[in-house]
């Protein structure tokens, strides 16, 4: 099984999770979403798979390319 690293595309701070690790993604659903120059920004899963993990917190402020979670496919 291969895996996945979803990066942040912007600087910013998490605002909300709004997947849990074992959860099942479809193509572009929501993993969580980023709070950046107060808009909030929804990071998506780029391939249908399985989330494996989550590497950061809720209140995590985050750069540019920064690995979110990882998914398994």
């Known amino acids: 099984m291969s895996t996945i690293e979803v990066e942040s595309e912007v600087a910013g701070k998490v605002w909300k999770i709004e997947a849990a690790v074992g959860d099942a993604l479809a193509e572009e659903a ?21 989330l494996a993990k989550i590497l950061v917190a809720e209140g995590d402020v985050v750069d540019e390319g920064r690995v979110l979670a990882i998914i398994e496919v």
């Open 30 to 50: 929501t993993i969580l979403i980023l709070e950046s120059m107060k808009m909030e920004i929804p990071v998506l899963a780029p391939e249908a798979g399985k």
